[in-house]
């Protein structure tokens, strides 16, 4: 097994619990457009079985309002809900509405003093993810990630493992010598079918999915006074998710004291 040499992140769901800002988006969308449709908690939880916001709403619409599919302008109109969602989506995103979750800004400032390469692989939009960054943690953060792979980059998304293939290739390293970091059924599936070890740190949308397949599973990475919860993979002396909990995962240590 090589060492560890990068941390490849998800995003929605991963580096911050963005999926209400979302869905709050999507209906900001639907309302600026004149539709009556809303997308409740309960609703949206469901809909994110299917990744991507445009393909979201195709999904949606298929179930509730089949008629529109018939439309000829059908795929232009869910494009123009799409890029309104992402402007109200950035909109709040800059009015600081959405922090990072906890241990996400640490364990980036751990990997980077340890020369540990950082990477995102997501399905949501470049603009989304690059709004996340500015806004938590600074426009050079953007600089940290040597591969960002976002929305329409890949022909297929997760649970297709065609992001993480295309993030592997940018890096120049193989499956093995990563980590991924994920919150959902898709994105883990996504990243072991790229053969890459994932930590499962699920949210509020995801805390019910099933995760075989990954090496750890916990409901947050953890910090100070906020302590991780393991469901699987911890170990009794850690209360957070480190770097030297990672490569211990990573070289199949974790556990032996
Ligand atoms: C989660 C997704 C995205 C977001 C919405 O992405 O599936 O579609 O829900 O963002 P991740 P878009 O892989 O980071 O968990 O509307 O931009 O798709
Ligand atoms: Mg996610």
């Avoid at 619409?61 to 950035?90: F, Q, W």
């Avoid at 709004?131 to 600074?138: C, I, K, M, Q």
Wanted: aromatic residues 8%; hydrophobic residues 40%; contains cysteine.
């Amino acid at each position: 097994m090589p060492p560890l040499q990068a941390l490849l992140f998800d995003v929605d769901g991963t580096m911050a619990d963005t999926e209400d800002g979302h869905r709050r988006a999507f209906n900001q969308a639907f309302r600026d457009f004149g539709y009556d449709w809303l997308w409740d908690r309960p609703l949206y939880g469901q809909l994110l079985a299917v990744t991507g916001g445009r393909a979201r709403i195709r999904h949606y619409l298929a179930g509730s309002h089949p008629e529109m599919l018939d439309r000829d302008d059908c795929e232009s109109r869910i494009a123009e809900l799409h890029g309104r969602k992402t402007e109200h989506y950035v909109a709040a995103l800059g009015g600081g509405g959405i922090t990072l979750r906890p241990g996400v800004e640490r364990l980036i400032s751990e990997a980077r003093e340890q020369g540990v390469r950082l990477a995102i692989a997501t399905t949501t939009t470049p603009l989304n993810v690059q709004a996340l960054l500015e806004n938590t943690l600074g426009r050079q953060a953007l600089d940290w990630f040597d591969a960002i792979a976002a929305g329409d980059c890949v022909e297929h998304l997760k649970p297709a493992p065609d992001v993480y293939l295309w993030v592997l290739d940018k890096l120049g390293l193989p499956a093995a010598a990563c980590l991924a970091l994920e919150d959902s059924a898709n994105g883990l599936k996504a990243a072991r079918a790229a053969g890459v070890m994932t930590v499962v740190t699920h949210c509020p949308y995801t805390r019910d999915h099933d995760f075989g397949g990954a090496i750890a599973i916990a409901d947050s990475l953890g910090d100070g006074d906020r302590p991780a919860h393991f469901d699987s993979g911890g170990n009794s002396a850690k209360t957070v998710i480190d770097m030297d909990l990672l490569r211990r995962w990573h070289d199949g240590r974790a556990g032996k004291g």
